[in-house]
């Protein structure tokens, strides 16, 4: 049995004005982000009143030119991407409430592709997002955090 989802105008303008809100860092990604889940156990969802964050690796060092994108948590379809700035610091700007996927990936594959449950509300405090980027490896994977 095929589901054909159609999408109404105001649907197709707010995904592209997510796409033009984005904020890019200095580099680019080569394409887009493709949704990827390696997670083992999916981790709760972190609330966030943006989503704005900081790739790291396993000894604190920032990393730059991390493509990171968007995806509904239904059905992972694609919303926007950013590429981490030099000191791996990311921005979505306006995106709606509701539930996400972050997915972030690097250019080279030697790091696990992180994948991060997120719930976007428009009120609270601000946090910031941290992702921990690790090498790729049986039992663990990259993950996201908040302080």
């Not at 809100?21 to 609330?47: F, L, M």
């Not at 405090?125 to 941290?130: A, G």
Request: proline share 3%; net charge positive; charged share 20%.
């Amino acid at each position: 049995m095929c589901i054909y989802r159609i999408f109404s105008i105001p649907a197709i303008v707010l995904v592209a004005s997510l796409m033009i809100s984005a904020q890019e860092g200095t580099g680019s990604c080569s394409e887009k982000v493709q949704y990827v889940n390696r997670n083992q156990v999916d981790t709760r969802s972190i609330t966030l009143n943006g989503v704005s964050g900081r790739a790291i690796d396993t000894d604190g060092v920032a990393i730059p030119n991390i493509c990171i994108g968007i995806f509904t948590e239904k059905g992972h379809q694609f919303i926007a991407q950013v590429t981490t700035d030099d000191e791996g610091n990311f921005t979505f700007k306006e995106l709606p409430s509701g539930n996400y996927r972050l997915v972030g990936r690097v250019e080279y594959d030697f790091l696990c592709p992180v994948n991060v449950r997120i719930k976007q509300k428009k009120s609270g405090k601000k946090k910031i997002l941290t992702l921990h980027m690790q090498p790729a490896g049986i039992d663990d994977c990259s993950y996201g955090d908040v302080k």
